[in-house]
């Protein structure tokens, strides 16, 4: 982009009185570099040319031969190259608003630096030239308005300014909204403290932040917007205020929620069929046994009566897993230390793995790996994972365990050398009583598969039949 504006310069002729040639060239090569590469560096040169020509005035006392600097010009050009950039696809309308952000930041600098008089003779005499420059940004001004939802903050995230579309969304009027905390304001406690960490974070580094927000508004409604947030920097690289570009989304929201229940609603249904299949069994046992027991006694009445027992432990276990799934209990999200959980996880489930012959390796990180989760559920899910890579291996054998980080997540692998599975089993692994195990039910994995969701994690496994199954689940960082 940096050559395309620097020849843009040269085919729009941009040669004025106002403008020495090297003065020219040398800012748009300066703009470009900006835009591009480093604005630091840009802020420097202009520095260095002010210096050099303050010199030259002071030296032969004819303060007119300076060059001028007609920002005016500048923005034309650039306005000219932008809209060229975006028809050919060099640069998406998306980035246009920092694009402006970043370069008349610049031109303003250089121009205050150069000549502020000059400045001040524009705006009492402006050309028809500069007319037009004012009038594009008036209209981009007004785009922005009518098409979106739109609010400026301060540093400190005290609403500035808040357009009509905003005013409507929110049921607040303009003077209600000036000066508030725009966060605290419109806050509809869905969002946890993380996530508004990360906006904050990601505005004070000059960086723009994208993704969905609820909200409520004045009446108590929540809405739903698509949010851009762009950061303005001042020439120390320091946010000084942004602005906030939003969309309503509540109805496409409210839609996903619908689907999503009818989801839910479906996935009961087959959850229903299959309780009822799981419970019918032991119950047409206990009911069996039932019926007989009055014709033993002793030892014999006492071993049917267990069987019974382990019947009625077994309809139990199958109710309290399909509750963990369908209702869960209420869960405190904290740091956990995952190297520390899976410590603990290899720990516990060394006897069981040792009484039949598998022995359990880890490779753990020297560093600290933590995450935002709940620790039991986390203790859960490894449990079940290395209780089904046991069963997997009933002549013996080896689980390894591992822990990396691998870009911002945490990413677990569990690796056993067991019977593997077909490709099709591995694509119905985590569906509701789908087991590969003798007496399974499925519903560990099931629920493992939950927890896992609930966490912003993902799960992948790979398996080679007769070679042995991996377990990745990955996590995302505290950060």
Known sequence: MNQRLFKKCHTLKVDSIEIHSYLQESFFHCLGEALCVDE?????????????????ATQFDALPEIPLFPDHLYRSVLFTFMEEEINHNHIPPA???Q??????????YASTFFVPSHFELLHDSPDEESKITLGELCDLMGALKEATILTITDKDDNIKYANDKFCQITKYSSEELIGQNHAQLLSSSFHNDIFFRDIRAAIKGGRVWKGDICNKAKDGSIYWVDTTIVPFLDSKGETYQHIAIQHDIT????????????????????LAAGIAHEIRNPLTTIRGFVQILDSFTGDRRFQYSKVILDEIDRINFIVSEFMVFAKPHTVHFSVCNMIAILKSVSH????EAALKNVKITHDFSNCDIVIYGEKNQLTQVFMNMI?????????????????????NEALVTIQDNGLGMTE????????????????????????????????????MVESELNKGTTFLISFPLLK
């Not at 694009?99 to 303003?108: N, Q, S, Y």
């Open 40 to 56: 630091k560096k840009a802020f420097e040169k202009i520095s260095v040319w002010s210096a050099m020509l303050l010199n030259r």
């Open 95 to 97: 980035h246009l608003i």
């Open 99 to 108: 694009i402006v952000k970043r370069a008349d930041c610049l031109i303003h």
């Open 251 to 270: 109805e496409q929201k409210n839609t996903e929620n619908m689907l999503h229940k009818t989801e839910q609603l479906s996935m009961v249904g087959e």
């Open 348 to 351: 516990l489930m060394e006897p």
């Open 387 to 407: 209780k089904n890579s046991i069963d997997a291996l009933p002549d013996g054998g080896q689980i390894k365990l591992s822990i990396k980080l691998r870009d």
């Open 424 to 459: 099709e089993q591995v694509n119905k692994i985590g569906e509701p009583f789908y087991t590969t195990k003798a007496g399974g039910n499925g519903l560990g994995l099931m629920v493992s598969y939950k927890i896992i969701d609930n966490h912003h994690g993902r799960i």
